[in-house]
């Protein structure tokens, strides 16, 4: 007994639809996370510093991960959300302590006491995040500072830096604006570290010279030059 033709129609049908979902079903996955730096870094500033001190960069924990957070303004205000598909290639501490080691390094080429380190830089990380509003976005980075010379035991503080850029809304903007916002804050900290040498010049010690090569890093705060 033969199949009516008008039988088959179903089955057909389900064979192809099967067969476009097994298709398709690859092309479902979601991208990988992407990777994201601070980008490329800005031209050089044109200051030279009378000693480029030794460096330290401190952070609470939850800036201590990829994570790349923001804020909603309003009933959301004090939860601190992460963008799941992109995150930092490093914590923001390390971002940030990599690029002012680089920016030192550029003011050291010009630096008459570089190898000679008598100053200690103790910057702390307090925001680094997207803040978002009904009206707008904006990237926020937040960052306290001292400058020490341990031989004399004066320090100078520097008042908190707060440095904003406007953003689009999403993480794209969110990366871009904390790239910009944290140049613009180390622009500002080199400035104060010129201006502050210039004005405390380092005590006479006469103390053997230490070789030294730029900026040296040390992991926290606690230990000494």
């Known amino acids: 007994m033969r199949a009516r033709p008008l039988a088959l129609i179903p089955i057909l049908l389900l064979a192809a639809l099967l067969g476009g979902c097994a298709e398709l079903l690859p ?30 960069v ?5 800036l201590n991960d990829p994570a790349v957070r923001y804020r909603r303004s309003g009933t959301d205000a ?19 302590l990599d690029r002012l080691q680089q920016t030192l390094l ?21 925001r680094f ?15 306290q500072a001292v400058l020490k010379e341990p031989r004399s035991r004066r320090q100078f503080v520097m008042p908190p830096i707060e440095r904003r850029v406007a953003t689009p809304a999403g993480a794209a903007g969110a990366v871009r604006g904390l790239g910009e916002a ?8 080199m400035n104060w570290i010129a201006q502050t040498q210039e004005r405390n ?7 053997a010279d230490t070789p030294a090569i730029g900026p040296r890093l040390l992991p926290g705060f606690g230990a000494q030059p």
Not at 129 to 143: C, F, H, K, P
Not at 182 to 189: K, P, R, V
Not at 201 to 207: I, K, S, Y
């Open 201 to 207: 010049p380092p005590a006479t010690e006469q103390v």
């Open 129 to 143: 995040e997207q803040e978002q509003s009904a009206l707008r976005s904006e990237a926020v980075v937040a960052l």
């Open 182 to 189: 944290t140049d613009a804050a180390i622009g500002h900290l």
């Open 27 to 56: 092309n479902r996955r979601p991208p990988p996370p992407t990777p994201h730096d601070l980008g490329w870094l800005p031209p050089p500033q044109p200051v030279v510093l009378g000693e480029i001190p030794v460096l330290a």
């Open 78 to 96: 004090t939860a601190l959300q992460a963008y799941p598909d992109d995150y930092w290639v490093a914590s923001p501490r390390e971002l940030v």
């Open 58 to 62: 401190e952070a609470p924990p939850w």
């Open 106 to 126: 550029i003011s050291s080429q010009g630096s008459p006491g570089a190898g000679n380190p008598r100053y200690r830089l103790e910057v702390r990380l307090v």
